[in-house]
């Protein structure tokens, strides 16, 4: 079997990273799972892991995807692992923090602001969490249409 027809047999695996692994890394993680199939096998972490956000599952929920058993997790957990595809940083943090990601094949950076800054009423923090999501989506069809 050539390793071209092995290629096409295994899901590409991708890495959302993120500071805190809380929100816009679990968001595009569950898009990703949400719409990718089984052509991906899709993972996030983060530098300095906490827990994931209540208002980034509210907003998943909202549109169908439950993310509330994922869990924040730490980017250690991913360096004995076998190579990932392709890591995809999401905040400017983690991209400094982690410029290059030693076990994998390809690396970009698609930044978002952080929803968890968003000061105010409960609506409009939950409404600033809609809001990278939606970008988060758009983001993924344009990368979908080119796989």
Do not use: Y
């Not at 730490?74 to 999401?90: A, G, K, N, Y």
């Not at 994998?104 to 968890?116: I, K, L, N, T, V």
């Amino acid at each position: 079997m050539s390793e071209q027809t092995t290629s096409t047999q295994q899901p590409m695996r991708i890495l959302f990273l993120c500071t805190h692994n809380s929100s816009r890394s679990q968001m595009a993680e569950g898009l990703l799972r949400a719409r990718g199939g089984s052509a991906f096998e899709v993972l996030s972490a983060g530098t300095e892991p906490r827990r994931v956000h209540p208002l980034a599952i509210k907003a998943m929920r909202e549109i169908g995807i439950d993310i509330s058993q994922h869990r924040a997790k730490s980017l250690e957990e991913f360096r004995e692992q076998p190579p990932v595809d392709l890591v995809i940083t999401v905040c400017d943090e983690a991209a400094e923090a982690c410029p290059f990601f030693p076990n994998a094949r390809r690396q970009e950076h698609w930044g978002f602001p952080d929803p968890s800054r968003v000061e105010g009423s409960k609506e409009e923090r939950l409404a600033a969490f809609r809001h990278i999501r939606d970008l988060i989506a758009e983001r993924l069809t344009q990368f979908l249409r080119l796989q």
